[in-house]
C-alpha cells in the first residue's frame, strides 16, 4: 500500500462508515471507496508507518475528487471523510494548526477550496476564517516585479507552473464569495504572466518554471525558464484554469485572455498525446527519452481539464476525443482491481521540483530519478476528477439544448452574507447550503439542461426559450419588505406560455411559510389549490417516521424510489385535469399534476428537494430523496416538448 495515500486519509478517520454496494460501481466511485477503506486501514495501523502528519495540498487535490463524487451520488461518507480531514486542523476558532503564513509557500493555499466547501455547505464560520488565513498570505505572498506570485519564499524570484493550481482556483472562489471583483485582474494576469515567461514558442508547451532573477543553477541565464517540460506541472496549468473558470466573471475584459491561453494550451498538449495508448509521457516532448515513461496523475490532468473544458463550451467539442482516448489509456495502463467495488491506482510520480536540498537541477535525469508509486495522492485525486467528468459525459443528454428557468422573482429573499454584502438566498442554483438547490440544479446539468434564474416577472420575452419554469414558495411580507406578488398579468403569461408546451413546476409550502392568497390564483388556473395546513411535522429532532410518505410500487414518476421525507407541507386539492400522483398516509394528495394544452404541470407543497433533504447529511440512508431528484428530473424532461 503506498504512504502517501494511507498517510493523508490517517487524519479522517473520525467515525466514518463504509458501505459495499452488490453491483459494479462506476470507477470513480470505485476509487473513492479504495481511499475511504485505505482510512479506515489506517485506524488500526501502528503509528511508526507514518510520518507526522503535516497541512498539505497531497490532500486538497483528493478532497477535489472526493466532493465530486459526493455531489453526484450523495454518499455522505464522503461529505465526512472531507470533514474529518479538514478537522484534524481546522480549530473551533478557525486557526489552521501546523501551517505558517510566514513560509508563504503557495502549495498551502490549495486546501482553501475544501474549506470553501465546507463553509459553504455547513455554515460554519470556523471554515471561512481559515480560509481567510489563506486569502490574507495570497495577499501578502512575495511577487516578481510584473506581479507573479513566488512559488515558495525560499524559492525567491520563480513561478511554477504548479503554483497556478495552488492559488488561484481558491483565489478566484474566495473572490466571487467576498465580491472582491478587482481580483480577477490580478488573478487573470498570473496565468498571463506564466504563459509569457515559460511558454515555448516552437512546440507552445510550458516548462516547468521560470526565475525572473535567471540566477538558480536550473534557469536559462538568458531565459530564465527550466530545462524540461514536466507533464504534471502543465497538468497542473491546464486544471487551475478550468476550475477557475468556473468562478471568473462571464464580463470581464481579461476572460477572454484566459479562453485563449486554454486553447493554446490544449493545442499543444494534444500534440504531445501518445497516439497509440492515448497517454502522456512524464517529459512531455521526448518520448524516446531513456527511460520516459507514461505518468497517470498528468494523464488523469489532462483528460479532466479537455472533458471539463468541453462540457462548459470552453474548447470545441473535437477535443473530447483527446479526453476520450486518454481515458480509455488510463483504465488500460494504470487502473488495478483490488475487489469488485475498489481499485488501486498505478503511475503516479511520487514529487518533482526544482532547486532545494539535495538540489533538483531540473533536467532529464533528474526527472527520471523520481520514484514512481501506487495510490499516490495527487494521481488519485487528479483521477477522480477525471473520471467524474467522464462519468457524467458518458451520461445521456435527453435535454440538451433545453433550458430550466428558476424564479427569483417571487422568491426573493435578501440577507447580509459573511462580508457583509447583499445575497439573495434561500432555494437557488448556486448555494451549496441546507436550503439551496444546487444538487437538483446539477440533477439537471447532467441531463443537458442549461440552468437559468429569472430575476424578473415572467414575460412572453423572457419565457422564450424556456423548457421549464420552477416557482418555489413566493414571498410573504415576513420574508421580503416588498414582495413580488403574482398577478394576472404573470398568470396570463405563464399560462399561455404552458398552453404552448412549456412545463411548470410549483414548489409551496405548508400554510404558515408561504403566500398563498396570490400562489394559489396561478395554482388554481391549473386545476391545484394548496390548503394551506401544516402536514408531516417532525416534533422531535431526529424522529423522521412523521415526516415519511411511501410510494406505492408502479409510481408513473418516482420509479426508482420507496420512503421519501417530505417536511411541513401543505396538502393539494384538485379539480379539472389535475390528478394525484403521491398521496399520504391520511389520503391526502401529496404531488399531483396536470396537462394545459400542450403543456404540463407538477406541484407539491413544500420546496422538498433542497439541499438539506437530498445530500444524505441529514436524513438516514433509507429515504430516497436523491433518488427521487432524479426520477423527478427524467420524468420533467419527458414533458418537454
Known sequence: ?????????????????????????????????????????????????FRPVKWSYDQGVILEGIDGVWKRTANNDCFKYMQACMDAYVTKDGDIKMYKIEDHNIDNVKNGRTLLTLYKVTGQAKYFKAATILWNQLKEQPRTKEGGFWHKKIYPNQMWLDGLYMGEPFYAEYAALIKDDKAFDDIANQFIWMEKNSRDAKT????????????????????????????????????????????????????????????????ATQKVQ???????????????????????????MFVYTYAKAVRMGWLPKSYFAVADKGYKGIQKEFIEKVSTDKVNLKGTVAVSGLGGKPYRDGSY??????????????????????????????LPKPALGKTVMLDSYFNNEVRKDQSGNDQIWHYKWDARDNNGFSLLGEIFERSGFKNKTLYQAPTVENLKGTSIYIIVDPDSEKEAAKPNYIQEKDITNIANWVNAGGVLVLFGNDGPNVELEHFNKLANKFGFHFNGE?????????????????????????????????????SLKLSGNARPILKDIDGDNVIAVSKYGKGTVFVIGDPWLYNEYVDARKLPATYDNFKAANDLVNWLTKQVK
Open 1 to 49: 500500500m503506498n504512504r502517501s495515500l494511507k498517510y493523508f486519509a490517517l487524519v479522517a478517520l473520525t467515525s466514518l462508515t463504509f458501505k459495499v454496494g452488490a453491483q459494479v460501481k462506476p470507477l470513480s466511485q470505485q476509487m473513492a471507496d479504495q481511499v475511504l477503506a485505505l482510512s479506515k486501514d489506517s485506524a488500526n495501523a501502528s503509528s511508526n508507518n
Open 204 to 267: 507552445g508547451l510550458l516548462y516547468h518554471g521560470w526565475d525572473e532573477s535567471k540566477t538558480e543553477k536550473w534557469a536559462d541565464k538568458t531565459t530564465g525558464k527550466s530545462p524540461n517540460f514536466w507533464a504534471r506541472a502543465m497538468g497542473w496549468y491546464g486544471m487551475a484554469l478550468v476550475d477557475v473558470l468556473d468562478n471568473f466573471p462571464q464580463n470581464h475584459p481579461k476572460r477572454a485572455a484566459l479562453l485563449a491561453i486554454l486553447n493554446r494550451f490544449a493545442v
Open 274 to 300: 501518445d497516439a497509440k495508448s492515448g497517454l502522456w509521457y512524464d517529459i512531455l516532448d521526448k518520448p524516446q527519452g531513456k527511460g520516459n515513461y507514461f505518468e497517470s496523475s498528468a494523464s488523469s
Open 365 to 394: 535525469a533528474y526527472y527520471m530519478s523520481e520514484k514512481v508509486i501506487t495510490n499516490d495522492a495527487k494521481g488519485v485525486g487528479a483521477f477522480l476528477c477525471a473520471a467524474n467528468e467522464m462519468e457524467i459525459a458518458a
Open 534 to 570: 401544516t402536514k408531516g411535522k417532525v416534533p422531535v429532532a431526529g424522529v423522521f417516521e412523521t415526516a415519511k410518505v411511501v410510494v406505492p410500487a408502479g409510481n408513473e414518476i418516482f420509479k426508482n424510489v420507496k420512503d421519501l421525507f417530505i417536511k411541513e407541507y401543505s
